[in-house]
């Protein structure tokens, strides 16, 4: 089992960024998907989650300004970030949980940097 995350960089406040998190060794659309992010010294918090159901969750501090969506064809989870902010950065971490079993996988992390 394999969630490879992509997609972050450097940006200034203001700016967009999407990553991507591809499952393989998974029957994804059975799992529920999440970003997760840890700032340095800080806990790792769940920024966004995509249900089964469709039901969409985010933290109150990107809500509004980040979306959420998979693609069961692709295996793929995404989140779009707009309007970043320098409390923006961290490291970003994809996470599949099995709906059933209660599995749970994680990306290896891909690194978001919002400068001022």
């Known amino acids: 089992v394999q969630l490879q995350a992509s997609g972050g960089g450097l940006m200034q406040a203001g700016g967009s960024l999407k990553l991507s998190c591809t499952a393989s060794g998974i029957i994804f659309r059975i799992y529920n998907v999440a970003w997760y992010r840890q700032a340095p010294g800080k806990e790792r918090e769940l920024v966004a989650a995509?249900?089964?159901?469709?039901?969409?969750n985010y933290a109150d501090s990107v809500n509004g300004r980040f979306t959420i969506s998979r693609d069961n064809v692709k295996n793929a989870v995404y989140l779009q970030m707009s309007s970043l902010k320098p409390e923006d950065t961290a490291v970003y971490y994809c996470k599949a949980v099995a709906a059933l079993t209660t599995d749970e996988y994680w990306g290896q992390g891909t690194q978001v940097t919002v400068s001022s």
């Open positions: 995509f249900s089964l159901s469709g039901t969409t």
